[in-house]
C-alpha cells in the first residue's frame, strides 16, 4: 500500500488556467505538507497542516491555496498558472512526537506551457 | 533561522570506495537533522536521522552520519559504493513550529558511481 500518494504524477497545462493537486497519507498522520522542487532539485517548503489547521505558510503568492479536508487529504489549488510555477510538487506527512520523521509522496511534475 | 549547506554539488566515486557527502548546519538551537536520498523520477526516502540521542547515527543501506557540534557537521558516509547509491542526496536541519517540523534543505549533491 502505498503510504503518502500525489495524483496527478504528471500535469501539463497553459498559462492562466487553475489546476490542483491531490494527496492522500494513510499512515495515520496528524501533519502535512507541501514542498517545491525547481528544475535545479531545491527544496522548500510552502505550507503545513496539522489537524486541519494551517501551521506554516510560506511566502507564497496568494494563487496557491492550500486546503486540507480531513487529517488525511491536503490538496493544492494553484489559479492563474504562470511559466515559473513549472516544477516537482511533493506532499509529505508526519506524526507529532516521532522526532517529526516525514514521509514523502511520489511528487506531481507541473509543466507550464 | 536554520541553514544547511552542502559542499559540493556533485561527488562521484569509483564502485566499492568510501563515499563521503558534506553537509555543515545553522542552527539556534539543539537541531534535528536528517539525510534523504531521491531516485531519479521519485520522492525522498529518509536514509537517516540524529534527533540529540547518538552522535554517530546508522541508517539504511550500510550509510550512518556523525553529528559534530563543534563543527557544526553532519557529514553523511558509507564504507563501499554500489552502483544503485547512484542518486542525488539532501541534508535538511528541521525547526519545530507547532506540531510541526519546517525542513530546511541543503541545495543537494548528485552522487555518481564509476564501474
Known amino acids: 500500500d502505498t503510504a503518502v500518494s500525489q495524483t496527478p504524477k504528471y500535469l501539463v497545462t497553459q498559462m492562466g488556467n487553475d489546476k490542483s493537486i491531490k494527496c492522500e497519507q494513510n499512515?495515520?498522520?496528524?501533519?502535512m505538507y507541501w514542498y517545491k522542487q525547481d528544475s535545479k532539485k531545491f527544496l522548500k517548503i510552502m505550507f503545513s497542516?496539522?489537524?486541519?489547521?494551517?501551521?506554516i505558510n510560506e511566502t507564497v503568492p496568494n494563487r496557491f491555496s492550500p486546503k486540507s479536508p480531513d487529517k488525511a487529504h491536503l490538496n493544492l489549488h494553484i489559479n492563474s498558472l504562470e511559466l515559473g510555477d513549472s516544477a516537482v510538487y511533493f506532499c509529505?506527512?508526519?506524526?507529532?512526537?516521532?522526532?517529526?520523521?516525514?514521509?514523502f509522496g511520489p511528487g506531481t511534475r507541473l509543466t507550464v506551457t | 533561522a536554520q541553514s544547511v549547506t552542502q559542499l559540493g554539488s556533485h561527488v562521484s566515486v569509483s564502485e566499492g570506495a568510501l563515499v563521503l557527502l558534506r553537509c555543515n548546519y545553522s542552527?539556534?538551537?539543539?537541531?534535528?537533522l536528517f539525510w534523504y536520498v531521491q531516485y531519479p523520477n521519485q520522492g525522498l526516502q529518509l536514509l537517516l536521522k540524529?534527533?540529540?540521542?547518538?552522535?554517530l547515527v546508522k541508517g539504511i543501506n550500510d550509510f550512518e552520519a556523525e553529528f559534530k557540534k563543534s563543527e557544526t557537521s553532519f557529514h553523511l558516509t558509507k564504507p563501499s559504493a554500489h552502483m544503485s547509491d547512484a542518486a542525488e542526496y539532501f541534508c535538511?536541519?528541521?525547526?519545530?513550529?507547532?506540531?510541526?517540523?519546517?525542513?530546511?534543505f541543503g541545495q543537494g549533491t548528485r552522487l555518481t558511481i564509476n564501474p
Open positions: 509529505a506527512s508526519s506524526q507529532a512526537g516521532n522526532s517529526y520523521e516525514q514521509y
Open positions: 499512515l495515520g498522520h496528524d501533519t
Open positions: 497542516y496539522n489537524n486541519k489547521e494551517l501551521i
Open positions: 542552527s539556534s538551537v539543539p537541531p534535528y
Open positions: 540524529y534527533t540529540s540521542a547518538a552522535t
Open positions: 535538511a536541519v528541521s525547526d519545530r513550529i507547532q506540531g510541526a517540523q519546517k525542513l530546511v
